[in-house]
């Protein structure tokens, strides 16, 4: 029973190198996000992982780092299931503007509290929590099906989405997440008991 669950966040997009919001915008990866999904894809392979099921969200960065694991792994044509339940959170009205220049008219501090708190949200989008609000119960209801029944599972979506996900599964508090940040490209690999509870996570960073 492997009971494997793996999220990966997509690798370095345009949009990240630029510094800008990005959310349901849908920038490509740069060359250094093709490689970092790519090199996210060797290192399953190291661990001689085998997927039988892959999800990601409707935007390309994910999509495509999601392809290059595939690839990686020997599992090109493997089942794939896209859904905006994965998307990145919905940053509304700041979307496209640069980060830096967010500060500069807001302040470090409010600019902080969009990006990092848990149930503020940005002007017209979504806060984490509205965030969890669709992707927990789309992971209860069609991606931990998979991982109970013993499969191995990859996700592959956003910086966002995934906080979110992990949030639920590592029991954080509110306060906690503010402090959870993900690498772009790390996968992170979670074994579950049949219980659904967390029988183990590990992080592959550099
Ligand atoms: O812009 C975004 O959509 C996200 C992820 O890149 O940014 P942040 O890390 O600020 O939430």
Redesign the pocket.
Known sequence: MSRTLVLVRHGQSE??LKNL???WRDPDLTEKGHAEAKAAGEKLKARGLKFDIAFTSVLQRAQKTCQHILDCVGQSDLETIRDRALN?RD?GDLSGLN?NDARLKWGEEQVHIW?RSYDVPPPNGESLKDTGARVWPYYLHTLQPHVLAGGTVLVAA???SLRALIMALDGLSGEEVTGLELGTGVPVIYRLNADSTVASKDILAD
């Open positions: 949009w990240n919001f990005t959310g990145e940053y980060k990006r956003h910086g966002n």
